[in-house]
């Protein structure tokens, strides 16, 4: 069993070398799919005596290969769609969108809380709240000087 641990240590190791940071990131649902089956793999691997080493390391090759796969595939806006969330809007500016709200699964105390993470005092420093693909609340900053930049807001969801 520990030559097992270590030999499916070393593969994980060298395939995230090989296929980048990305293939561990909090960046979608398919890279969650990934991290779940890497680690169904490892423990299989490891607990069970049905999968041996080889089996192991080869599965482990075929999730890795079908990652970069992907990743690479994205480049494609239709792939792109069918892979990732789309950003959505959850405050523009003061106003919250109650209907997005629900659509993310969020409460307002939720966005409440992320507000306070974000040292705001009043609603009227709130520019926007973006759902973001990872899950992630965004909160971007009023500044009465400077106006938002549309290119940050280009793929959010305003529905």
């Given at each position: 069993?520990?030559?097992?641990?270590?030999?499916?240590?070393?593969?994980?190791?060298?395939l995230?070398?090989?296929?980048?940071?990305?293939?561990?990131?909090?960046?979608?649902?398919?890279?969650?799919?990934?991290?779940?089956?890497?680690?169904?793999?490892?423990?299989?691997?490891?607990?069970?005596?049905?999968?041996?080493?080889?089996?192991?390391?080869?599965?482990?090759?075929?999730?890795?290969?079908?990652?970069?796969?992907?990743?690479?595939?994205?480049?494609?806006?239709?792939?792109?769609?069918?892979?990732?969330?789309?950003?959505?809007?959850?405050?523009?500016?003061?106003?919250?969108?109650?209907?997005?709200?629900?659509?993310?699964?969020?409460?307002?105390?939720?966005?409440?809380?992320?507000?306070?993470?974000?040292?705001?005092?009043?609603?009227?420093?709130?520019?926007?709240?973006?759902?973001?693909?990872?899950?992630?609340?965004?909160?971007?900053?009023?500044?009465a000087?400077h106006?938002?930049?549309?290119?940050?807001?280009?793929?959010?969801?305003?529905?």
């Amino acid at each position: 069993m520990a030559i097992t641990a270590i030999g499916i240590y070393i593969t994980v190791i060298l395939l995230t070398r090989i296929s980048g940071k990305r293939s561990f990131s909090k960046m979608s649902s398919f890279d969650f799919a990934m991290t779940v089956a890497v680690g169904s793999i490892i423990a299989t691997t490891i607990l069970s005596s049905s999968v041996n080493l080889i089996e192991g390391m080869f599965g482990l090759a075929i999730v890795y290969l079908l990652q970069i796969t992907i990743a690479l595939a994205r480049r494609n806006k239709f792939v792109e769609k069918m892979v990732d969330n789309t950003p959505l809007l959850l405050m523009d500016g003061e106003k919250i969108l109650g209907h997005n709200l629900r659509k993310a699964r969020v409460s307002e105390s939720d966005l409440r809380s992320k507000l306070r993470e974000a040292n705001i005092t009043q609603l009227s420093q709130v520019k926007a709240v973006v759902f973001e693909t990872t899950g992630d609340i965004s909160v971007l900053h009023s500044n009465a000087n400077h106006a938002l930049d549309l290119w940050l807001m280009k793929d959010v969801n305003r529905d």
